[in-house]
């Protein structure tokens, strides 16, 4: 919302240092031109439905030392006070973190997406760096379940045509197969969807070059319409 008196800052986060930062004005104090300001996740959602032909609706997550998500219908983005978090939505805990009594790293909710699926989690839930984990840890499972629960949620409120998963988490190939399965036996036939590998993907455009193109497209977007 650029009425916003707090357009342009980082208002709460879990990232340390960051929160009521006025990110957009330092930019500007710096450069005489316009500037405009939207989420990572919002310019990669845009720029993979560039990308993506006859895709109208698609909604992007990024599962990294967060989670972030964008949703796009129609070529405008899902939000009316500001950006959806849907990296704050609560989940059903997996047995595991219900057994070993886990609930998550994120420090302003217990039971969340980002608790207990980001980069943070892995290390919190074993005490071992994600990427020193072995592949045939029950561990990726877990975090199998709750993404596909995030993909569950992301079918029923959206209905997206594309669900689109990138971010370090899921950049290992054994990620993708596990969420669609997850998502095929929590979704049990209740919606159509499209095929699970056509629906739930990894992104187009590799090393984040998706948010690249959508930050390009936006600007002229933007340029067009001023």
Same mark, same amino acid.
């Given at each position: 919302?650029?009425?916003?008196?707090?357009?342009?800052?980082?208002?709460?986060?879990p990232k340390p240092h960051w929160?009521?930062?006025?990110?957009?004005?330092?930019?500007?104090?710096?450069?005489?031109?316009?500037?405009?300001?939207?989420?990572?996740?919002?310019?990669?959602?845009?720029?993979?439905?560039?990308? @993506?032909? /006859?895709?109208?609706?698609?909604?992007?997550?990024?599962?990294?030392?967060?989670?972030?998500?964008?949703?796009?219908?129609?070529?405008?983005?899902?939000?009316?006070?500001?950006?959806?978090?849907?990296?704050?939505?609560? %989940?059903?805990? !997996?047995?595991?973190?219900?057994?070993?009594?886990?609930?998550?790293?994120?420090?302003? !909710?217990?039971?969340?997406?980002?608790?207990?699926?980001?980069?943070?989690?892995?290390?919190?839930?074993?005490?071992? @760096?994600?990427?020193?984990?072995?592949?045939?840890?029950?561990?990726?499972?877990?975090?199998?379940?709750?993404?596909?629960?995030?993909?569950?949620?992301?079918?029923?409120?959206? @209905?997206?045509?594309?669900? %689109?998963?990138?971010? /370090?988490?899921?950049?290992?190939?054994?990620?993708?197969?596990?969420? @669609?399965?997850?998502? %095929?036996?929590?979704?049990?036939?209740?919606?159509?969807?499209?095929d699970v590998k056509e629906y739930?993907?990894?992104?187009?455009?590799?090393?984040?070059?998706?948010?690249?193109?959508?930050?390009?497209?936006?600007?002229?977007?933007?340029?067009?319409?001023?």
């Open positions: 919302d650029q009425n916003s008196q707090t357009y342009g800052y980082i208002t709460s986060t929160s009521n930062i006025d990110l957009l004005g330092l930019i500007a104090k710096e450069f005489n031109i316009p500037f405009y300001f939207t989420t990572d996740v919002n310019s990669s959602a845009f720029g993979e439905t560039l990308v @993506r032909k /006859g895709v109208k609706s698609l909604v992007y997550y990024t599962i990294g030392t967060g989670i972030g998500a964008g949703a796009i219908q129609n070529g405008e983005f899902i939000g009316g006070l500001g950006h959806t978090e849907a990296g704050h939505t609560y %989940v059903a805990l !997996h047995p595991y973190d219900v057994k070993h009594e886990f609930k998550g790293m994120c420090p302003f !909710h217990n039971g969340c997406l980002e608790g207990l699926v980001a980069g943070p989690s892995l290390e919190g839930r074993t005490g071992i @760096r994600g990427e020193l984990i072995e592949l045939n840890s029950d561990v990726w499972d877990v975090q199998a379940y709750y993404i596909a629960q995030a993909a569950v949620q992301a079918t029923l409120l959206y @209905r997206p045509q594309v669900i %689109v998963f990138g971010g /370090g988490v899921m950049a290992q190939e054994h990620m993708l197969n596990r969420v @669609r399965e997850k998502f %095929v036996g929590l979704m049990n036939d209740y919606l159509p969807t499209p739930i993907v990894t992104p187009a455009v590799a090393e984040n070059g998706s948010a690249t193109l959508g930050n390009f497209a936006l600007a002229k977007q933007v340029s067009r319409n001023s």
